[in-house]
């Protein structure tokens, strides 16, 4: 035992990646807490840490290390063990238990039930285990969550089946399943007698989303249902994007006119090549249906420049589709394999360096353009808010995202954590709006 007997264990989490990650980590420390364990927001006092990790970018990966090697200078001092958990763990399995000698555990996505029985665990047994079940959708378990945020995650589905040739997502989160409309239902309204006023509803393709013959577009209304004041969800995949959904999303005057919707490349060849599932027009008849169906959507996209066999003139088709989408705001990417991919494993990375670096810079200049001019379009008017943030400058000053997901800073010293407000913009900078609240 790595812990004293007269005292209850002490856990550190310790989070990367995307908000699925973050919604584990929650059920981590429910797990734990469940295990009569306590939580610290410290590794100093912990008596077991672990990292939940990212596998989507080596760059995420090489993170995780250097901070375990880090964390392990605790070891010198008493005994503490260290634990990566997550995909990375998934990805790497127990090569990472030989590459790093101060690791102890490494346990992928599936696993987490097991969680606590590593603090009975003899100090010297060192273990791996990327078991998966297909079952697991870790139903019935608590969450430990920060509450006084008034937004969170519920997760809907877990694992991908679409197999994009650059992604390892379907080999560390494995096959699609999804939850029960009932559970998700259940849940969101035991978070709204807990005080949240926003739920988002995950899933690596959360409109994928199916229970018999009843799709996402059903499970949007379901949980619309409920009466909780905000509903957004991420992120969806555009193969999976019909008329129920969007008629879902602009008839529920709940669900939040914001639609993520990863376009990765411009070009149909290189679509292809990702096995991305659509085309280029296709994905264009789309954003134009959710831009007639939905008044005032907002858009954002997930793009890959210098994907491998990206000529100049597949390069433009990209740009041109930024063009035709106007997307209010986008996560852009230079192009990098990732062992165990089929991109990796078929495709030479043949587009050069500087040549991805510049494809880059041009991608995020005509995106900056467009988020600039989408933001400063929005001084003089009125947006509703929800609290869910204090700002840098001290307690007067609170963040609240407006229902199209931008960041509005607002000052005021009345208490408005947690409370969907009206603000009217002042001023635009290049991530943030300034607004002050409607007298
Ligand atoms: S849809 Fe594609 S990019 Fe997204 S998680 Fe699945 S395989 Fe990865």
Same mark, same amino acid.
């Given at each position: 035992m790595t812990h004293q007997p007269d005292r209850r264990p002490i856990v550190y989490i310790e989070t990367y990646g995307c908000q699925m990650n973050v919604r584990d980590s929650e059920m981590l420390g429910g797990i734990f807490r469940q295990a009569e364990c306590d939580l610290t927001d410290t590794p100093d006092r912990a008596d077991l840490i672990l990292l939940n990790t990212c596998a989507v970018r080596e760059r995420a990966e090489q993170r995780v290390i250097g901070r375990v090697n880090q964390l392990a200078s605790l070891k010198k001092r008493r005994e503490v063990r260290i634990g990566v958990v997550g995909c990375m763990a998934q990805h790497l399995r127990d090569s990472l238990l030989e590459s790093v000698p101060d690791l102890d555990y490494v346990l992928g996505p599936d696993t987490y039930r097991t969680l606590p029985d590593l603090l009975s665990v =003899?100090?010297? =047994?060192r273990y791996a285990d990327w078991s998966t079940d297909r079952g697991e959708l870790y139903e019935g378990l608590p969450t430990w969550r920060?509450?006084?945020? @008034?937004s969170a995650f519920v997760t809907v589905m877990r694992g991908c089946d679409m197999m994009c040739t650059f992604c390892v997502v379907p080999f560390t989160r494995g096959r699609e399943r999804c939850r029960p409309a009932l559970a998700i239902v259940a849940e969101t309204e035991r978070l709204m007698e807990e005080g949240v006023r926003e739920v988002i509803l995950l899933g690596q393709t959360v409109n994928a989303w199916r229970e018999g013959e009843a799709g996402f577009g059903s499970l949007l209304r379901q949980v619309s249902d409920t009466g909780i004041p905000r509903i957004r969800f991420t992120s969806p995949h555009p193969l999976h994007f019909g008329p129920v959904e969007l008629a879902a999303i602009a008839e529920c005057e709940n669900i939040c006119e914001s639609v993520h919707l @990863?376009?990765?490349? &411009?070009?149909t060849d290189v679509l292809e090549r990702m096995n991305r599932g659509y085309t280029r027009a296709e994905y264009l008849e789309i954003v134009r249906a959710l831009r007639e169906t939905i008044p005032h959507v907002t858009l954002s996209t997930d793009i890959i420049v210098g994907f491998p066999g990206e000529t100049e003139a597949q390069f433009e088709d990209t740009l041109s589709l930024m063009e035709a989408c106007a997307f209010e705001s986008g996560f852009l990417f230079k192009y990098s394999p990732r062992s165990g991919t089929r991109a990796d494993r078929e495709f030479e990375d043949d587009v050069p360096e500087e040549v991805k670096q510049r494809r880059l810079e041009r991608v995020i200049e005509l995106q900056t353009g467009f988020t600039r001019r989408f933001q400063e379009a929005m001084v003089g008017g009125e947006y509703e808010i929800l609290v869910d943030g204090i700002g840098d400058r001290g307690p007067d000053q609170w963040t609240g995202k407006t229902r199209g997901n931008r960041t509005v800073v607002v000052e005021s &010293? =009345?208490?408005?954590?947690g409370r969907l407000v009206t603000v009217v913009i002042e001023e635009s900078g290049t991530w943030t709006l300034r607004g002050r609240l409607k007298g």
């Open positions: =003899e100090r010297d =047994e920060d509450k006084h945020c @008034p @990863p376009v990765q490349s &411009g070009n &010293g =009345e208490q408005l954590m």
